[in-house]
Structure formats: C-alpha cells, structure tokens
C-alpha cells in the first residue's frame, strides 16, 4: 500500500489561500493537506482603509480553518517555531510536532524595529501584521470620541507609510476631531520608487490636508514622547507608528535552510528552496533566486498557481513549472479621503475612479475565498 503524502502549509498568506481552495485536487493524488495557522487572514489591500474607518474589521478578514476544511484540508491553530528539515518536522509553539513530507512557507514579512527604544513600548506600533492596525483604530477611536487625540508621528515614506498616514488623517475627520499626523521619511520625497511627478503631486495634497511631512529625517531613537533624529533634532511624538520597511518572518532563519539576508528563503523559480525540493516558500518570505522583488502582495498572488501547480506536479512525480515574475504591475495607494493614486510603471493617474478600480479588486479578491469557504 502506498503511504499517504503529508503537505503541510504554514502560513495563511495570499499563496497558501488559492492551495487551500484548491486542496481536493492534492487530496485526490492520495495527499494530507493541513494549513497551520495561529490568527485570522487579514487582506493587505484592505489594511489601510480599515484603518481609516472606511471598511469594517470583518470585511478585511477571513477564517482559514473554514476555507481549508470545506475542500477537504485539515487545519491546525498554532505558530510555527522551527523546522527541522532533516527529519522533516515542524515544532509549534506548544511543542506539538507534525511530520511533512512537502512544506511550504507562506508566512509573510515583519516591519525591522529601526531603535531600540520600541521594543515593549505600547505606544510604538508596527503596520504588521495587519491586525496592529485594527487593534490601532480601537485605540484611536477611544482617544477621538475623548476629545483626546495623540500627535502620531509614522516613520517610513513608502507606500505604506504614506497610506497609513493618509487614512489616520481620515479616521480624524470621521470623528470630526483634528489629530496632528507628521510622516517622516529619511528619503529626499515620499514613495521614492514612484515617478517624481507622482509623488511631488501627493505630497502638496497630504499637505493640504493636514499632514505634516518631514523628508531627509532618520530617527535615531525615542525618549519618552519625542522622537530624536539623527541630527540631534527632536520632535513630539506620543504615538508611532512604524512603516520602516518589510524584512522576512523570522521563521525562515530557523529552517536551516540558505536565505538571502533579511530578504527571505532563498527559492529557485519552481519556488522551492535551492537546497532542498520539498520545501517551498512564496510571498513576502521568499527571495526568488536572480531577482530583488519588492514585498509587495501581487507578487504573492501570482506565484500561487504556481505553487498549488508545483506540489500537484511534486507528489505526482512529474516536471514542476517556473514561475517568472511580472516586469510591470498595477499599484494602487488609498488616500482615505475617497481618491486613491494609481501607477503603473511610469504612468500614474489620481482620483475617484482610481479608488473605485482599487476597491472593486480588493472585494473581488476577498469574495472569491469568501466563496470558496461556503463551499
């Protein structure tokens, strides 16, 4: 009798949502599918809007034991400590050990603490995961509806930063109570990455409304409530929030496996690791082997065909496909207050219709797996 192939998935990441869906077409090659996972999914696209008091907690989150067990997956609630890849084990938190004969890893990034001052500090928050920002609104909520707003200072000029900061000034406006946000970015301007224009234009409406921006700003540490720069300059500070970037989960440190610095598990284009094929990693935990990808969710979206194709291919003994990722990609930025910038390579257009295009395919994503987990 053949013995039955155990697929464990760690992660509820964007890969490991379309596998799940999909877990009867690895069930009828004789495998064991089960996604372990300690939280809900909480979708990327929506985070920032969530924020901003545009969309409800529940509209921006899923249960992935409902999506995994309605296509005949088993789902186990823990985090994932380590991975032992010699005898193909993987240790929960509470010491619990499971036995894989494929994994793969789809556990996302974390946001580097740039001080150390943050660490323990409850009014240091970082945008992940993505459930901070709800736990963040709740906090703020309660501060607005006091009449008693923080100065909230986001560090990072990114997309994210710039979207965190651009709702957290609409979450304000919902409750009709001015709450002073500056951005800091040690960059010349914000969203360096976007074309000059872009961000040139973005920046004089943030202004506009309110934001306060500080460019060529590194911060050095946190005393108290004041964030002190580089230069020796300080300002007030009583909450902050952190966008400083998107390194690895750690979890990949501890595979034993060859990473790329902070960039993630090093994985050839079958999306595999380079030193051992049965282990796969996707999304924002892998580093695709000649290529620097930002940590962008497309990307994760785009390597799960290829992902669910490569473990169907792998228990079936047959070739395994290469994923190539895409040269150009649509980005869409929510500035909270019912607009939204668009860019796509070079071209980048701002507006309503922006807004409408990105919250039609954020809910479209969402409901397919909504979907997918009615049965």
Known sequence: ??????????????AHLLVASRAEALAALGARVVLIEPADFWYSGLASGMLGG?????????????????????FVRGRVESVDTDRRRVRLADERELAYDLLSLNVGSQVPVPFSEAMGDPSVWCVKPISNLWRLREHLETRLRDGDPPRVSVVGGGATGVEVAANLLALAVRHRVPMPVTLVTSTDRI??????????????KLARRGLTIRTRTCIAGREQQTLIAEDGSRFDAELVVLATGLEAHSLVQRTGLPVRCRDGLLVNAKLHSIDDDRVFATGDCAALEGYELPKLGVFGVRQAAFLHANLLASIAGKPLAEYQPQKRYLAILNLGDGTALSAWGPFWWNGRTSMWLKDRIDRRFLNTYRRHSAG
Do not use: K
């Open 1 to 14: 009798m053949t013995r039955r192939v155990t697929a464990i998935l760690v992660g509820a990441g964007h």
């Open 191 to 204: 969203i360096p990455q976007a074309p000059h224009r872009a961000s040139q234009t973005l920046q004089q």
């Open 54 to 74: 545009m969309y409800a907690p529940d509209e921006d989150r899923l249960d992935p034991r409902t999506l995994i067990e309605a296509h005949g997956g088993e």
